[in-house]
């Protein structure tokens, strides 16, 4: 399982210990992993702090072949992927795989 | 005099959902569960038409104020709730599509490549960062 936000390296770091994280979080500061996925947006004003980009909240379930399986895309940035629907899909695609 | 009571309980009522729904909205929020929106706003605006509901029998100051404040908020929660809706952009892999190959730093300051997995199931979720 692997997290990527535009989080600088030190953020990603401190919010992984701060939630005692296990899986990987990615720093992808200068947008480029999100502009490969077109997935970058801009004009989000955080309550805090000065505007930053940030990527369309979005999951992708990949295949061990490198194929797109499964994509989960928010339509608010206060919503998140919903855990049942990504348990469900991510069982799906394993009990596929064996 | 009856008008006035009825006036304050409508407001009462009002502020009562208004400030219910806001706070289990925030509170789901936090816990990071999904908030479903669409009941949200039916309150919201359930909230707005019995505050004025209640304005219009003349409630007397602190109703009115009451009153106010509740079709504030409830209209300042309906504002940002479509604000926050994002654009659906297309993303640039569809499913059945190769997802591309990346190399981006992790948390140790590691460089991590996406083909690194190849041969294993990835869950990869873009999310806003830690704020």
Redesign the interface.
């Known amino acids: 399982m692997v997290a990527i936000s535009a989080d600088t390296v030190t953020e990603a770091a401190r919010m992984g210990s701060k939630f005692e994280l296990t899986l990987t979080l990615l720093s992808d500061e200068s947008l480029v992993v999100t502009r490969l996925y077109n997935l970058d947006y801009k004009a989000y004003a955080p309550i805090r702090g000065p505007k930053r980009p940030m990527a369309i909240p979005t999951t992708f379930l990949i295949g061990g072949d490198g194929l797109v399986k499964w994509i989960d895309q928010s339509q608010d940035h206060s919503m998140r992927s919903d855990e049942e629907v990504v348990l469900a899909a991510v069982r799906e695609a394993l009990s596929a795989d064996s | 005099m009856l008008n006035d009571v009825s006036g304050i309980v409508f407001i009462l009522v009002a502020l009562g959902i208004v400030v219910g729904t806001t706070a289990t909205f925030w509170l789901q ?1 936090k816990a ?1 569960r ?2 479903r ?1 669409v009941g949200y706003l039916v309150l919201m605006v359930l909230g707005i038409l019995l505050a004025l509901m209640g304005f219009v029998k003349e409630p007397g100051l602190p109703g009115g104020l009451a009153a106010s404040f509740t079709i504030l908020a409830a209209s300042f929660f309906l504002f940002a ?1 479509l604000r ?19 190399t ?6 590691q460089n ?1 490549t ?2 690194s ?15």
């Open positions: 929020t990071l999904v908030p929106p709730s926050s809706s994002l654009p659906a952009k297309r993303t640039s892999a569809g499913v059945g599509q190769p997802a591309p190959d990346f981006a730093r992790d948390g140790d300051g991590f996406l083909s997995l190849k041969g294993r199931t990835v869950l990869l979720k873009f999310f806003r960062g830690y704020w």
